[in-house]
């Protein structure tokens, strides 16, 4: 997630994530990863490769091979950090919360 590479920054888009995110996130396990992959691609495979959401990004890392945890996630799309932009102020604490699990849980599976 670097600059320019944020995907979906207008509102509207945010609106109908948001949405999406709070009918799917009631249902639990399977149904709250959707949520966490729509956010992904959302906003942050124009520049990540992830195998589970089928996002070729070529600008920051490879997540299959970082493998990062929940926390670390969370941190670093909350914060940002080198090239990448903070996404405290784009994304809701819950849609962090859902693309953290959904990245932490699939990250290098397959």
Not at 13 to 42: E, Y
Not at 71 to 91: C, H, I, S, Y
Not at 93 to 106: G, H, K, L, R
């Amino acid at each position: 997630m670097i600059a320019g590479c944020g995907g979906a920054d207008d509102s509207s888009s945010q609106a109908t994530s948001t949405q999406q995110s709070t009918s799917t996130a009631a249902g639990g396990g399977d149904t709250a990863n959707a949520a966490g992959k729509q956010v992904f691609t959302s906003n942050c495979g124009g520049c990540h490769t992830l195998a589970d959401a089928g996002t070729n990004g070529q600008v920051g890392p490879v997540l299959d091979e970082l493998k990062p945890d929940k926390a670390t996630v969370q941190r670093q799309v909350e914060n940002g950090g080198d090239k990448m932009p903070a996404f405290k102020d784009k994304l809701s604490a819950e849609q962090i919360d859902q693309v953290a699990t959904y990245v932490s849980s699939v990250a290098g599976q397959s």
